[in-house]
């Protein structure tokens, strides 16, 4: 490397193949457009007068944008050449929102072809899958769409402080809700469900969104509550809402599945002065131990009594021990 | 083909009509024919848009191509543009879209020499036909001004040459002369009056508020629930929900009449509402035609192949 000296931006004058890229100081023009492995600067050694040419690597065409050059040497050793990427989106580009909300886009549509409203005409930028927000929690983003929308409509602008008392009314969520209301939109949408329709197996809520069913309450969700110890919520999401059933056990045999009710004797009932009427008792019975009297009540998830009958179907026997709770 | 025939002959009534706006029904057709006219009136109706830049100095802040795809975005009266050519088939320039059966060439000299800001705008475009203009966006509040295209400071200059060539919205959206195309199914909205005389004025009162636009009101004289503007109806379900939850199912029952459909019809300016309409109707006439010209001649095999031997077979 000894025998190599300082090198200098330069072209040879007789040096044509490059003349159309690179001007005579080996730097390119303001403006000028470089394709795939096109010239953009040259350098001369000073000592062995071999020449380096730049080529562009990579397939993207770019604009000159903007050369400056070191003036305090008097030799040209140090310039700063940038260049401008035009880029229009397509399929495979990733975009992401100040939330941290990323994803690829898979699609470009005509405006034709996207949804529209009927009302005002307006339609969609950009669609994006619902499904990347629960998992995720970026509520600050369904906010923010909300907020948006609310003010390009009311064209004014909107606090988003977080943390201040300088809002009239309880929540953001309430502020935004209403002024979307006043313009003729939902308040808000479809939220978490605390009842629906149910499957008819389990009798737990159905998946999917079209048939009425809500946002699931999955394994990861309930390992948050769990590691949160939010005991009483994880019971309110997992067994009240879900399948909360009140089954009878007999407690001789324990057994769930020879359960069954007994037809009450038809007879009045009456009435103890505007008391209402009683409730008959023990209506029913074991049918392997023929007998009442080991029946208890006890609250369990229904597909529980799902999982029995299914094992029993396989010759398998399941007995439930039931203890008072001051005994356990 | 048998001598059935589902031949429909559609109606149209005109609401509203504004230079920039028009708002019409259509009747006796289907969603086909009333989205077909969407589409071409968003997509295939020519307008003129500037469409080659040579930018001979640019000192201000933003880039070249930043400035040409703002000149492109600037709407151009295009009256003319259904007559004029498209400089890819135009004979007289063999398409370099320099003639004036296809392409309208503009200057823009603006050069700051005030400490001011001087804004750069639509206005500065000289035409070199008279037809062919930067739209005037009066009626706003600073009418006296166009669309700004650059700011410069002092001492920034900007120079350039446009050629501005007729196109459609397809190949880009500076060419679509529609701001909004959009329509609705007219709503058909019964109340069952027998049901919503056992409700209370109360009850009435939130049902009708519980709509987020304005439908019902209630009559001041008969307490009435009525319905005041049934196309303010966005399909939110929300009275239905509202009518089921007062545990009175049946309350109003309300009905998209598949055949009537009510259009907004919203123009850049380009051209007027009205053009716009009629040139769609014109357009999407060609297209057919297009279909029906080959229809008998061996032109269909080669334009259709196996579907126009199909067409002619029946």
């Not at chain 1, 599945?257 to 007994?262: M, R, Y």
């Not at chain 1, 439930?320 to 356990?328: G, M, T, V």
């Not at chain 2, 848009?49 to 040579?54: M, N």
Request: aromatic share 6%; proline share 4%; hydrophobic share 35%.
């Amino acid at each position: 490397m000894s025998d190599q000296g300082p090198r200098i931006f330069k072209r040879e004058h007789s040096d044509m193949s490059i003349s159309s890229f690179v001007d005579s100081d080996g730097l390119p023009h303001v403006g000028q457009v470089i394709h795939q492995d096109e010239p953009y600067c040259s350098t001369i050694d000073q000592v062995t007068n071999s020449k380096y040419i730049y080529r562009r690597k990579g397939s993207e065409t770019v604009i000159v944008d903007y050369v400056a050059v070191d003036t305090k040497n008097k030799n040209l050793q140090k310039a700063n050449i940038r260049f401008r990427h035009p880029r229009n989106p397509v399929i495979g580009d990733k975009f992401s929102s100040r939330h941290g909300q990323k994803g690829v886009c898979s699609q470009l549509w005509p405006d034709i072809d996207m949804p529209f409203s009927g009302i005002t005409g307006m339609s969609p930028d950009l669609i994006i899958n619902p499904h990347a927000f629960p998992s995720r929690m970026t509520i600050g983003m369904l906010l923010e769409i909300l907020a948006a929308k609310g003010g390009c409509l009311h064209g004014n602008f909107v606090d988003a402080t977080p943390f201040s008392d300088d809002t009239e009314s309880e929540s953001l969520v309430e502020d935004l809700g209403s002024k979307l209301r006043a313009l003729g939109f939902n308040y808000h949408g479809t939220e978490v469900r605390a009842t629906g329709q149910v499957d008819q197996i389990t009798r737990q809520p159905i998946k999917g969104r079209k048939r009425g069913g809500g946002v699931r309450f999955g394994e990861m969700e309930r390992d948050s509550l769990l590691a949160h110890g939010a005991a009483y919520l994880l019971h309110d999401r997992l067994h009240v809402c879900s399948d909360y059933h009140v089954a009878d056990v007999c407690s001789l045999c324990g057994s769930l599945l020879t359960t069954t009710t007994i037809q009450p004797p038809k007879r009045v009932i009456r009435e103890f002065g505007g008391l209402p009427p009683t409730k008959a008792l023990k209506k029913v019975k074991c049918l392997a131990c023929q007998t009442s009297k080991g029946m208890e009540t006890v609250a369990m998830p229904y597909v529980f009594k799902y999982l029995v009958a299914e094992l029993a179907a396989m010759n398998i026997k399941m007995t439930i021990q039931l203890n008072s709770r001051a005994a356990a | 083909m048998d001598g059935v025939s589902y031949q429909r002959f559609p109606k149209v009534k005109i609401r509203e009509l504004k230079d920039e706006y028009a708002k019409f029904e259509l009747r006796d057709t289907d969603a086909s024919m009333a989205n077909a006219l969407r589409r071409v009136m968003i997509a295939e109706v020519p307008t003129i848009a500037i469409d080659l830049v040579e930018i001979e100095v640019n000192s201000s802040v933003l880039n070249d191509e930043f400035i040409a795809h703002r000149l492109g975005l600037i709407p151009l009266t295009s009256s003319r543009a259904m007559s004029m050519r498209f400089s890819r088939d135009c004979d007289a320039c063999d398409g370099d879209g320099q003639c004036e059966y296809c392409s309208v060439e503009f200057h823009l000299r603006a050069k700051c020499m005030s400490d001011q800001t001087l804004d750069v705008t639509s206005k500065d475009l000289v035409s070199s036909d008279h037809t062919v203009q930067p739209v005037d966006v009066g009626g706003f509040e600073n009418s006296d001004r166009g669309i700004i295209i650059v700011k410069l400071r002092r001492g920034q200059e900007l120079k350039l040459r446009a050629i501005a060539r007729k196109g459609i919205g397809k190949d880009h959206a500076k060419w679509s002369p529609a701001a909004t195309v959009t329509f609705m199914y007219e709503p058909e909205i019964h109340i069952n009056e027998e049901m919503m005389e056992s409700l209370t004025l109360e009850e009435k009162q939130s049902f009708v508020d519980s709509s987020p636009t304005r439908v019902f009101d209630i009559d001041a004289n008969t307490h009435q629930v009525v319905v005041v503007d049934r196309e303010a109806y966005t399909y939110d379900d929300e009275v239905l929900k509202k009518a089921e939850a007062m545990g009175k199912p049946g309350l109003v029952e309300i009905y998209a009449k598949e055949d009537s459909f009510i259009f907004s019809v919203e123009s850049t300016g380009a051209i007027k509402a009205s053009e716009l309409v009629l040139n769609a109707i014109e357009v999407l006439k060609h297209k057919l035609d297009a279909v029906t010209l080959s229809d008998d001649t061996v032109e269909a095999d080669d334009q259709f192949g196996e579907l126009g031997a199909h067409m002619r077979g029946g």
